[in-house]
C-alpha cells in the first residue's frame, strides 16, 4: 500500500511513518517544519520528506493519507484530499486498525513523563526479554528509533499474532500477548476527529501519571481533560490493570468518575502499592518498594523526583504483564534517555550545553530541580522559546517566572508574533532575565553573558532554529 502522511516530521506521525515502513508499505509525507531528530529517523529509513503542504505533494496514485492532528481546515493539503475524494485516516486509527490487534497494548498517558516513562517501560520490557514494540513521542537512546513493531507480530488475522509470552507471577493481566507499548496523548486525533489520540488505543494496561491544565486551543478548563482521560478509563477491561500516580488529586477525581478496573497507585511516599525511598538528592539513585517490601535499588543517569516517579510507574506497569521488577531493576543502570530530554550536547569553554523538550511550567520547574540537586552551586542559564500552543497563548504566563525559579539566568526569546508581552515574566524572575526578538539575538546574548562553569539549558517543544547546536558551535569556534 502507497501512503502519504500530512505532519510526517511530528514525533507521532513520524512513529508512525516508521511503523508503516517496517510493515512493507510505501511511505513518503510532508510538512511545514521538519527537523531532526524525526528528520534523520525518517530519512534514515528511506522515506522521502516534503517541505510544506502543496496538493501536488500527494500522488494521484496514493491508496490513503494519514493525516495528522496540526492540520485543519484551509490547509491546501487537506482541502486537496477532500477535494478528490482520496481515502484518509487519522494516525491514531491507523495504529489501531494496522499494529494493535493481536498484541497486549500498555498505554503511557499524563500531562508530563509520557515520553520518558514509555522509553523506560520499553526497556524494562525489552530487558526481560519480551522484545515489546513501541511507538514513542522521542527517540529512545536504548532503541535509536521512535517506533518499531517488535517480536510476535503478525498480520491482525493471524493466529500467530496471539501467541502467549510466560505469564508472571502475581499478576492477573492474562492472557499476555506480545506487548506494544504506546505514548499515549491526550490532544485530539484529527481534524475531523476531535477525541483525544488515546480513545483509541484499547490498552489492557494504562498509565495515568499526572494531570495538568495544558492544551489550551482545545481544551476550556482542566475538567475538559479530566473528561476526556475518563474516556481512557472506560476502555481498560476489568482484567485489565491501570497505574495511577496516587499524589495527584486530579487523577482521583477522574477515578471517582467510575472505574472498573484494578488499581495501583505509586508515590515517593504514603499509602500506595509502589514507593521508594531516595538514597541520592537528585534522584540518580532510589529504592523501589512493593507493597512495603524492597525489591531493589535503582541507579541511573536519570535526574529528578519526576523521573523517579516515572521510573515508579514504568515498574509497575510492567509488573502488571509479568515482569518481576527484581529481574529488570538492575538494568535501569543502562537506561539512556530520550534525545532532547534534558540531553547534553556537549561541553565547550567550560559551558555544558543541554538540549530540552520543556512545554509546561511543571516540566520546567522539576526539571530544573533535578538539574540543581547534580550540579548544586553552578550557574545556570535558561534560553527559552514558548512554543507550544498553550505557551503561545499566555495561558502559562503567569506560571514561567515561578517555575523558573531554579535558573540563575534566563534569555526568553519573544518572537515579535508572541501575542502576549514577556515583561511582567522577565520582570518576576527570581533572577537576571532579557527578553530578546530572535534566535540569533538570544546566542549572542548568550555567548556574551555565560562563563565557564556554567550550564545552559535550552528549553522548547519546538526546533528552535537549531539554537542549541548552534550556541555550542560558536563556543567552539
Avoid at 505469564?167 to 500477548?177: H, R, Y
Wanted: with cysteine; net charge negative.
Amino acid at each position: 500500500m502507497k501512503l502519504h502522511i500530512l505532519g510526517i516530521a511530528g514525533t507521532f506521525m513520524g512513529g508512525v511513518a516508521a511503523l508503516a515502513r517496517e510493515l512493507g508499505h510505501t511511505v513518503d509525507g510532508s510538512d511545514a517544519n521538519i527537523y531532526p531528530p524525526m528528520s534523520t529517523q525518517l530519512e534514515g529509513l528511506g522515506i522521502v520528506l516534503k517541505q510544506g503542504y502543496a496538493p501536488e505533494h500527494i500522488a494521484a496514485d496514493t491508496d490513503c493519507v494519514v493525516v495528522g492532528n496540526a492540520l485543519s481546515r484551509g490547509n491546501p493539503a487537506v482541502e486537496h484530499v477532500l477535494d478528490t475524494q482520496m481515502n484518509y485516516t487519522s494516525g491514531a486509527e491507523w495504529l489501531r486498525e494496522n499494529v494493535l490487534p493481536g498484541r497486549t497494548t500498555l498505554a503511557v498517558a499524563g500531562t508530563h513523563g509520557k515520553t520518558t516513562t514509555t522509553s523506560i517501560l520499553a526497556w524494562i520490557l525489552e530487558s526481560a526479554g519480551r522484545d515489546p514494540g513501541f511507538l514513542v513521542g522521542g527517540v529512545p537512546e536504548n532503541f535509536g528509533v521512535s517506533a518499531r513493531l517488535g517480536g510476535g507480530w503478525r498480520t491482525p488475522s493471524s493466529d500467530a499474532a496471539r501467541h502467549l509470552l510466560p505469564e508472571g507471577e502475581g499478576t492477573d493481566v492474562q492472557p499476555a500477548a506480545a506487548p506494544f507499548v504506546v505514548e499515549a496523548d491526550e490532544y485530539d486525533t484529527a481534524f475531523f476527529d476531535k477525541r483525544s489520540k488515546f480513545v483509541h488505543y484499547r490498552p489492557r494496561v494504562a498509565v495515568l501519571n499526572n494531570l495538568e491544565y495544558d492544551h489550551a486551543d482545545i481544551f476550556p478548563d482542566i475538567a475538559a481533560i479530566q473528561r476526556q482521560f475518563h474516556h481512557l478509563v472506560r476502555t481498560v477491561p476489568r482484567n485489565g490493570r491501570l497505574i495511577v500516580n496516587g499524589e495527584d488529586v486530579r487523577i482521583a477525581e477522574v477515578l471517582a468518575m467510575g472505574c472498573w478496573t484494578p488499581v495501583e497507585r505509586f508515590a515517593l511516599e504514603g499509602d500506595a502499592e509502589w514507593t521508594t525511598r531516595l538514597i541520592a538528592d537528585d534522584g540518580s539513585e532510589f529504592a523501589v518498594l512493593h507493597r512495603g517490601v524492597e525489591v531493589g535499588v535503582v541507579r541511573w543517569d536519570l535526574l529528578g523526583r519526576h523521573n523517579v516517579m516515572n521510573g515508579l510507574a514504568a515498574l509497575a506497569a510492567a509488573h502488571a504483564v509479568g515482569v518481576d521488577p527484581a529481574q529488570v531493576i538492575p538494568k535501569l543502570s543502562e537506561f539512556r534517555s530520550v534525545k532532547r530530554r534534558l540531553e547534553v550536547l556537549g561541553n565547550a569553554r567550560g559551558i555544558t550545553v543541554y538540549d530540552d523538550f520543556a512545554h509546561h511550567p511543571t516540566a520546567i520547574r522539576t526539571t530544573l530541580a533535578g538539574l540543581r540537586a547534580r550540579v548544586g552551586n553552578a550557574r545556570i542559564v535558561v534560553a527559552m522559546e514558548p512554543r507550544s500552543n498553550s505557551m503561545r497563548l499566555g495561558a502559562h504566563s503567569s506560571e514561567i517566572a515561578p517555575s523558573l525559579d531554579g535558573a540563575d539566568a534566563v534569555v526568553f526569546l519573544q518572537r515579535p508574533e508572541l501575542p502576549w508581552d514577556a515583561g511582567a515574566v522577565i520582570a518576576a524572575l527570581r533572577g537576571e532575565g532579557v527578553a530578546t526578538p530572535t534566535v540569533d539575538a538570544l546566542i549572542d546574548r548568550l555567548s556574551h553573558a555565560t562563563r565557564n562553569g556554567d550550564h545552559v539549558v535550552f528549553m522548547s517543544n519546538g526546533g528552535f532554529e537549531g539554537a542549541p547546536r548552534r550556541f555550542l558551535a560558536a563556543l567552539k569556534a
